[in-house]
DNA sequence: ATAAATGATACTATATTAGTATCATTTGTC
DNA sequence: GACAAATGATACTAATATAGTATCATTTAT
């Protein structure tokens, strides 16, 4: 079970990348020779932050990309989100049969309050905390 | 993102199901009468139990399931974990290049954070608070 | 004009999850 | 002992999600 794929794993990797480089403008090439990702991968994932608005693109040749919000203003649980869909732990099990009385039922209290929990606490893992530091 | 997958799921009803029948012998045949789980299915999911002590078996005309353990004791972690292997969160994201201190990392400790936490909490969730009552 | 970049989008491959099928073995009942 | 009703073991298929590729159009600095 994991909680992180390959996409969002690759999508931070960019990201730290790309904020440690500041504002200048980083192409996937160079991306591409630094960090180990499949080209046309990185790409699609490059392409989908673009489309979140957590970079800008720059076409047409000395192009690339470029962070625009500042990465503690990133968080963990949103790149998950992005690629992963919505964060749920809660699904599957509270079916008709199993939960007698699915409103007051304690289980699905507890379940819930661990995906709020997870949630927080993901939401508290900034890109800033995943810069190399001194 | 699950973190609960199908055969978890139905093992839980169907623990269910033999908990409120006490240490009455169950057949498969009756558990699909009574649940809506595909039969064979189902009865991959039964003789795991058995295989994982939770269930007896009982061969021959008769034959059928019986639970061996309190549902007190029973916990959605541990079943979790038969179906669904251990339960990981912190895997991927932490690899050489991404996280410059591994050790130290203040990231990587909340994570941890995070894992023990819904470990624990899934820990304190026993099959018998899943029972109908009142 | 051209080369170097991204945009859009459709496709393929692999792994995981979900479910099926089959045959062997055990056991209660007549 | 024969038979039917059960599980044991195991291999197989189907569906879905994840991972990765390919292609062509468009933009833009030189």
Redesign the pocket.
Known sequence: ??LI??????AVRALIFLAQEQKRI??????VSHLR?????L??I??RL??EKLLK?????????RLTVYPHRIFLLDLIEI???PLRINE?IFRKRVCPNIKTCKLKEKIDSIQRYVRSKLKDITLEMLLKRE
């Open positions: 079970m994991k794929t390959r996409d969002t794993d690759y980083i192409s996937t090439s160079e991306l990702i499949p080209r046309p991968f790409r699609k490059l392409q673009n489309k693109s720059y076409k047409g040749m000395g192009g690339g990309f690629f992963q869909g599957c």
